[in-house]
């Protein structure tokens, strides 16, 4: 079965500086990847996604990398924030949209 | 209202009670989707329907029973739950031939089963 793997369960941070999250992933290769951001007592929210055949997506601070090889997608925040703090999920989507999600990186930025 | 949007928020049920949850999306997508989020462990996908037919199960426990009335509206019945079914329960909806299968959440359901 497929498995998915976030780097740390919990990951903090200084204002200004960028965060990176990563998501590996075992078993198939995804037709693309998600990434969302969840608050406490909230539902996950979309971010961003990349699909196989793309190396780097951009959107204002964030970034999402896709590596096939490396079974592997790493998630930046640049000059980040407290309102950043939060729980992000990656999940990886196979052919047919099926879903499967890690169990999540919980990022505090310091102030 | 917009969005996807879940009743109650908070619920507190023993062994031996009924209840049902309800969802509402309001985005005119297709799909929609029961997860349960537990502590430390990652989403995992319950049920999913595709134009009000059940395409998935994911080898849920029966006390779960899910419930597509229109594309609008689903609906979790639950009877003889155990404690460990005590989670987070969302709802998701999605179009599905957005091309990317995007989920959007409802802000879930707090469930404690005593």
């Known amino acids: 079965s497929q498995k998915i793997e976030q780097n740390s369960e919990a990951l903090n941070i200084q204002e200004g500086k960028t965060a990176t999250l990563t998501c590996n992933y075992t078993n198939y290769s995804p037709a693309y990847l998600q990434w969302y951001r969840q608050d406490p007592g909230r539902g996950p929210v979309f971010l961003l996604l990349?699909?196989?055949?793309?190396k780097e997506k951009r959107k204002e601070r964030l970034k999402v990398t896709f590596d096939t090889t490396l079974k592997q997608s790493l998630f930046h925040i640049t000059a980040s924030q407290p309102a950043d703090s939060a729980t992000y999920l990656c999940?990886?989507?196979?052919?047919?949209?099926?879903?499967?999600f890690g169990t999540g990186t919980s990022l505090t930025v310091i102030p | 209202e917009t969005g996807v949007t879940q009743t109650p928020r908070h619920l507190v049920m023993g062994m031996t009670n009924k209840k049902s949850l309800k969802c509402e999306q309001h985005l005119g997508h297709n799909a929609m989707y029961w997860y349960k989020q537990s502590a430390k462990k990652p989403l995992e996908l319950m049920f999913v329907?595709?134009?009000?037919?059940?395409?998935e199960n994911n080898s849920v426990p029966s006390r779960f029973s899910p419930e597509c009335p229109n594309s609008s509206h689903l609906f979790l019945h639950l009877h003889t739950l155990q404690p460990e079914d005590s989670a987070l329960y969302l709802c998701?909806?999605?179009?599905?031939?957005?091309?990317?299968?995007?989920?959007?959440f409802g802000p879930g359901t707090r469930l404690l089963v005593l």
């Open positions: 999940a990886l989507v196979k052919t047919g949209n099926q879903f499967y």
């Open positions: 329907y595709n134009f009000k037919e059940q395409t």
């Open positions: 990349i699909r196989e055949n793309e």
């Open positions: 998701a909806s999605s179009q599905e031939d957005s091309g990317d299968g995007t989920q959007y």
